[in-house]
């Protein structure tokens, strides 16, 4: 298609906690849009990531950034991340210590541009920290920073790795503002990691889910995570914390993003098929919920 | 100042000023190359780097001797083509001076590099910069107390130096009498005071470069924050 940028057909075996695992991944990720990578912990997305990045080679495939091949196991190509033109951003940052705040923009730029990192600066609200150390910055700062950097270097491909998973919810939430801007300001094709149900909702336009190695769903947020056959006006996502037997009923606690704690009623044969740690939905009838105006 | 006095501490200083220029331009290529390497022989290496901590300087000094001696395929090949032999000059003196400080210069880098977080040198490179700028620019500049603490050990151990200068240079006054030979040589023909005096010198040199290495270390954590 005309509006893929990169195709991906890559195999690389891992070694994991849980032994070792193949990662077979094959998609096209189209242009402009922001795409989560979604997925338990080591199923491969960070290393999907540095794949691209160049940072870890595959065992086999390939690699097409639009006309140009990145990697060809059987050409044996691989370009070097320098030549790349991506951004990754880093799941602790990266940012160089004995660099100031501007100086590590400065550092990404292809060419040296002040208006740019005047306008970086600005964009992320940095201007009054431009002269300070990444070490004297908090978590949120440090994550705006990377982010500018990452731009700063014009990359025809971001990469983010869980970006926000150093910071708490509230910080998460002002966050995701910025990354949805940092998107919107450049245009940029991104590949964002999370495994957070929330932030894939709230940024990506597109989602694809890995498990052991391999795709197990691509499309939409809202078709990848929800059961279009239920007639639910009301749908809630999450995860099951804990299940607890009440007589002859059981109460269910499922955790949602933003530290929301739902109970749920449910029957022997309803938690057949279930366990805590499951993802799951939790729906009602449009008849059913009680709206009201926050105060 | 007695002359002779002033020629032993010119000579020591000359002696630990070269090894210290010559180990910092060969330490940091190799404690790069070392730090992030894959071979399969890195601990023999390793070990090799290590080996002048934990060896006598009388046995280094002795193969330093044995391999320079025109008896042997290297030392004739210096005679023969350069009229050159090291042994019991200021030359050979040097190189044994630097192969016996190596460790004190490679070890501290080495450490400093293994211990600056892999994702630096990986997002310079996609940043697009080349190993040598990410080299000068993001990973030297943060090890720098590995840098200070490297030169510091490796000229203060220098002009300690004694064994192995006494075995491969002697005690030839402008040629290889450093000042720790200086020492022994008075005390053994009773000159305390002179003795006394280059031991002096020597405690308070080296009390000086400990003391710079511990506070520039301890105010670059504070750097570190600003």
């Known amino acids: 298609m005309e509006n893929d940028v990169i195709d991906i057909d890559i195999e690389k075996m891992m070694l994991t906690a849980n032994g070792p695992m193949n990662l077979a991944v094959r998609t096209t990720i189209p242009s402009g849009e922001l795409i989560a990578l979604f997925g338990e912990s080591g199923s491969g997305k960070t290393t999907l990531l540095r794949i691209l990045a160049g940072l870890v080679s595959p065992d086999k495939g390939s690699i097409k950034f639009r006309n140009t091949v990145w990697f060809d196991s059987g050409k044996q190509i691989n370009i070097a991340p320098q030549q790349r033109n991506v951004s990754l951003m880093f799941q602790d940052f990266a940012l160089f210590p004995n660099m100031t705040v501007e100086q590590n923009i400065q550092f990404a730029q292809p060419e040296r541009d002040n208006t740019s990192v005047n306008e970086l600066l600005d964009n992320f609200g940095l201007t009054e920290f431009r002269k300070r150390k990444p070490n004297g910055l908090s978590g949120g700062q440090k994550q705006r920073v990377a982010l500018a950097r990452a731009l700063a270097r014009k990359p025809q491909l971001l990469l983010l790795d869980e970006p926000l998973s150093a910071l708490d919810a509230e910080m998460r939430h002002a966050l995701q503002d910025e990354i949805a801007k940092a998107h919107s300001l450049s245009g940029v094709t991104t590949l964002m990691v999370s495994h957070d149900l929330n932030e894939v909702f709230r940024l990506a336009s597109q989602v694809i889910c890995i498990e052991n190695g391999v795709i197990t769903r691509n499309g939409k947020p809202e078709a990848v995570f929800s059961d279009n056959s239920i007639s639910g006006k009301v749908q809630i996502t999450g995860q099951i914390a804990r299940i607890e037997k009440q007589d002859t009923i059981y109460v269910v606690t499922v955790t949602s993003g933003n530290n929301q704690i739902i109970k749920v009623i449910a029957f022997e044969n309803d938690l057949e098929n279930l366990k805590i740690g499951d993802r799951v939905m939790v729906f009602s009838k449009a008849f059913n919920p009680i709206i009201s105006r926050l105060k | ?226």
């Open chain 2, 1 to 226: 100042m007695d002359p002779q006095f002033a020629q032993t501490l010119w000579l020591t200083l000359k002696l630990a000023v070269s090894t210290t220029v010559i180990l910092i331009l060969i330490g940091l290529p190799f404690a790069y190359w070392l730090a992030y390497t894959k071979v399969r022989i890195k601990p023999l290496i390793e070990a090799l780097v290590s080996m002048p901590m934990v060896l006598p300087p009388s046995v280094i000094g002795y193969y330093m001797l044995v391999i320079y001696s025109p008896r042997n395929w290297f030392g004739q090949w210096l005679d023969r083509f350069f009229d050159v032999r090291l042994a019991f000059s200021f030359e050979g003196v040097l190189i044994a001076s630097v192969i016996f400080s190596l460790p004190f210069m490679i070890q501290p880098l080495h450490n400093g590099l293994r211990a600056l977080p892999e994702s630096f040198r990986e997002a310079s490179y996609t940043l697009g910069k080349s190993k040598l700028i990410t080299f000068f620019r993001v990973l030297l500049p943060n090890i720098k107390p590995s840098v200070i603490t490297a030169v510091a050990l490796t000229f203060a151990h220098s002009i300690g130096e004694f064994g192995i200068v006494l075995m491969v240079g002697g005690n030839m006054p402008g040629e290889t009498r450093v000042a720790s030979i200086a020492i022994y040589d008075e005390v053994q023909a009773l000159n305390f005071e002179a003795a006394n005096q280059y031991a002096l010198i020597l405690f308070l040199i080296s009390l000086a470069l400990l003391t710079t290495i511990y506070s520039v270390n301890k105010k670059y954590d504070t750097w570190k924050m600003m």
